[in-house]
């Protein structure tokens, strides 16, 4: 199982934070299915002001290549991204367009 750590920046209003967090209590069904088929096996998100943290554990037959192109080529997906964007903003730093941003690990502590 491999494990990958990403960053995003919701925008700085009350209002859409709260609508950002209401609708991941509610996530679609169409958008959970598309994660898990993806081979994403678990998936979290937290939040701390306006900044954004995922852990995704994806199992050996997931790709951001191939997740990427399944989102292209599901409505539904393509529907909930945008409408994520009216909640989201990138991350400084990120290429345009670009959402999620892939964090480095610069630090384990094991026993």
């Known amino acids: 199982m491999?494990?990958?750590c990403l960053a995003l920046d919701l925008v700085?209003?009350?209002a859409?934070?709260?609508g950002y967090e209401e609708m991941h209590a509610a996530?679609?069904?169409e958008i959970q299915d598309s994660i898990t088929s993806a081979g994403v096996d678990l998936m979290e998100i937290y939040r701390f002001g306006t900044r954004l943290f995922m852990i995704m554990e994806v199992n050996d037959t997931f790709s951001?290549?191939?997740k990427s192109a399944m989102d292209e080529a599901n409505e539904k997906v393509?529907?909930?991204e945008e409408l994520m964007w009216k909640y989201q903003q990138a991350v400084p730093g990120s290429q345009p367009g670009e959402k999620w941003v892939l964090m480095n690990k610069?630090?384990?502590l094991t026993t």
Do not use: G, H, S
């Open 27 to 29: 996530v679609w069904p």
């Open 78 to 80: 393509q529907q909930w």
């Open 64 to 66: 951001f290549e191939r």
């Open 106 to 108: 610069i630090f384990e």
């Open 16 to 18: 859409l934070i709260e």
């Open 2 to 4: 491999k494990r990958y």
């Open 12 to 14: 700085n209003d009350t």
